[in-house]
């Protein structure tokens, strides 16, 4: 069993930057392909980044070059710094687990934290 705790969310002007952490329980994140999901209120839950067993990673387009996923595998920790913020930006960030390889759909993965806000104002 993987449990998914993330922080690091807030209120942050556009153009500011945070940086989101998820931090698992149980296995490590060497045999997981781990993910950054966000639900903006009206919208369903969206593809961010992953970062996979191997360590690739890949982005939805709206956040290449503002966002980079990494990973600390003897903290088991993912984190997810994030730069040049926008209002569109604004939602809760959800991290999302998986053992073992998975893509950007939302069924793929079957472990979650509860989520974290982040409201970027313009």
């Known amino acids: 069993q993987v449990q998914l705790v993330e922080s690091g969310g807030g209120l942050v002007q556009a153009g500011g930057s945070l940086r989101l952490s998820c931090a698992a329980s149980?296995?490590?994140?060497?045999?997981?392909?781990t993910a950054w999901f966000r639900q903006a209120p009206g919208k369903e839950r969206e593809f961010v980044a992953a970062?996979?067993?191997?360590?690739?990673?890949y982005y939805e387009d709206s956040v290449k070059g503002r966002f980079t996923i990494s990973r600390d595998i003897a903290k088991n920790t993912v984190y997810l710094p994030m730069s040049s913020l926008k209002p569109e930006d604004t939602a809760v960030y959800y991290c999302?687990?998986?053992?073992?390889?998975?893509?950007?759909?939302?069924?793929?993965?079957?472990?979650w934290g509860q989520g974290t806000q982040v409201t970027v104002s313009s």
């Open positions: 970062i996979s067993w191997s360590g690739s990673t």
């Open positions: 999302a687990a998986v053992r073992g390889s998975a893509g950007r759909r939302v069924g793929e993965y079957n472990y």
């Open positions: 149980g296995p490590t994140f060497s045999s997981y392909t």
